[in-house]
């Protein structure tokens, strides 16, 4: 007991620098989101705009699997400093992007691209190195009531961050929304700098820089054909074809040069572990039916329910609570009673529930009745975010720590990649359908063209019989994006049932002071 509580005592005096490192990488695409309407106002090239995005999150994923691993071989310090200094000069970049110190607004926009990728490539080692350091210091047994912690913290962050952007966008340059990362990153490194002590590495093993390169070659090939699939070119182009195959080739030749690797980027046997294969199938379906999904919430509540956009991220409230207070709890059970196979089937049907039940929003749902239904989405993401990453850790050696949780948060990522590809797809070919239904194939045209560019303000120009069939056709989609989402989350609970408990590392409040730490099994 003593020794948990002196443990407890070193996690608590670190876990707000880790918790600010955490919050720096979930606020910046929310607040950037909320602020890109001003950017390209004042930057121009609207054909470019939607690369600010693509660039993050290419930076993001490609470097993720990287960062577990290099934290693995040669100490995770130092690497989660590089992280973010990275990512914090890349924020800096970002504000100063198109400003007269880089000869001004021309090529702004490219400039900003640019930045973004920078900043990805140090967010990429945020979250990861958030995760493994936690796992460092804290046995699985214990590390459930910390993860829910960081859960809750992820909630609030995630509802912060649209109020955030939408205070820098009415009230601040909208530079603001890349300068405020500064100051977190700041008090964030001082803390890590001076409380964080973990065990130094010596590593001598040369990087698998053979595997690093083909899976970011892959990486790039996939998250270009999620992003530009169906929209910049058809998915027959020769565009999209050719991306595809590079990442079938990529990937192939991945595979082979980890089979040899003395350190391989992403250690393929641990792919024989049932759990770790598991768990990464169903973070990888929970980021695509989840994520692609939800990414279409803040347009039903602005355009259909007219809610402002600072308010549509308080409108998300109930979901984010929801997940926060289920975190908790499961983080509490788990260290409690060790157990923890269930949680992710709960989630896996209360997020089908929540699912199913968006599906049936139309223009007369109120937005209290869509608070409750995202609720219970938000019982369901409590059970499985959190959860489904301790079994990762927990199905791995403590060498393979890091990059467990960096391919957890991998496969996630491209499984959100491919559900707003995808999901984007069916809005946009749904919209369109019913647009003509209603208006006829020239008017439905105009009508889908623009549909990016619609607010509140266009909305109330509009005459009111083509305001209405709109807003009927929007309704329509986006609830027929969440009917799609249920055909992948009822693999989730599914699969989960396939999980095998084994028990957690470390000593616990059931476990005689003895015990032997058990060896993950195989399989």
Same mark, same amino acid.
């Given at each position: ?245 590079? !990442?079938?080739?990529? $990937?192939? #030749? @991945? ?5 040899? *690797? ?5 250690? %393929?046997? &641990? ?21 692609? !999904?939800?990414?279409? $919430?803040? #347009? @039903? ?5 007219? *809610? ?5 991220? %308080?409108? &998300? ?207």
């Amino acid at each position: 007991m003593a020794e948990a509580a002196g443990r407890r005592r070193e996690v608590m005096v670190v876990l707000p620098g880790l918790m600010l490192a955490m919050v720096l990488a979930l606020l910046d695409n929310m607040i950037v989101g909320t602020a890109m309407p001003r950017i390209v106002r004042e930057l121009g090239d609207l054909t470019h705009f939607s690369w600010v995005v693509t660039a993050y999150v290419l930076g993001t994923t490609v470097s993720t699997p990287i960062w577990g691993k290099i934290g693995d071989l040669y100490g995770r310090k130092n690497i989660f400093i590089i992280s973010i200094v990275i990512f914090m000069i890349g924020s800096a970049l970002c504000g100063m992007a198109g400003s007269s110190l880089f000869g001004g607004a021309e090529g702004g926009m490219m400039e900003l691209i640019v930045f973004r990728a920078i900043q990805g490539l140090g967010a990429g080692g945020l979250m990861v190195n958030v995760m493994a350091i936690i796992g460092d210091l804290v046995p699985p047994r214990e590390r459930g009531q910390y993860q829910g912690i960081m859960a809750a913290i992820m909630s609030l962050a995630m509802i912060a961050g649209p109020l955030v952007g939408g205070f820098i966008t009415d009230h601040l340059d909208w530079r603001w929304a890349f300068y405020v990362n500064l100051p977190i990153g700041a008090v964030a490194l001082v803390l890590i700098v001076a409380r964080l002590h973990l065990p130094k590495h010596h590593n001598r093993v040369r990087i698998d820089w053979l595997g690093a390169i083909l899976l970011s070659l892959g990486i790039t090939a996939l998250v270009l054909i999620t992003t530009w699939g169906g929209t910049e070119y058809t998915w027959g182009s020769w565009q999209i074809l050719t991306l595809a195959a590079v !990442a079938v080739v990529t $990937l192939a #030749l @991945f595979v082979l040069a980890e089979r040899r *690797a003395a350190e391989p980027v992403m250690p %393929l046997q &641990l792919f024989a572990n049932r759990n770790f294969t598991l768990i990464s199938l169903i973070g990888f379906l929970l980021g695509f039916a989840m994520f692609g !999904a939800i990414n279409f $919430l803040p #347009l @039903f509540q602005q355009l259909v329910q007219g *809610a402002s956009a600072t308010n549509s991220g %308080l409108l &998300l409230l109930p979901m984010m609570g929801a997940s926060m207070v289920v975190s908790l709890f499961v983080g509490r059970a788990i260290t409690t009673t060790g157990k923890y196979k269930v949680y992710p089937v709960i989630g896996g049907v209360g997020m089908i529930v929540g699912m199913w039940l968006l599906s049936t929003m139309d223009v007369t749902t109120p937005a209290w009745v869509t608070g409750v239904y995202i609720a219970v989405l938000g019982l369901g993401m409590g059970f499985l975010m959190q959860t489904t990453l301790l079994i990762a850790q927990n199905s791995v050696e403590q060498r393979d720590l890091g990059v467990a949780s960096s391919t957890s948060t991998f496969f996630r990522s491209i499984g959100g990649s491919f559900g707003i590809s995808l999901f984007g797809a069916i809005f946009n070919n749904q919209f369109l359908s019913e647009l003509t239904g209603r208006f006829g194939p020239q008017v439905a045209g105009k009508l889908a063209k623009g549909g990016s560019q619609i607010d509140a303000a266009t909305l109330a120009r509009m005459p009111a019989q083509q305001r209405t069939g709109l807003l009927e056709s929007l309704a329509v989609s986006i609830s027929g994006v969440f009917w799609w989402a249920i055909a992948f989350a009822v693999a989730v609970p599914v699969l989960a049932a396939f999980i095998k408990e084994i028990p957690l590392r470390g000593a616990g409040p059931a476990e005689p002071a003895d015990s032997k730490t058990p060896t993950p099994a195989a399989g």
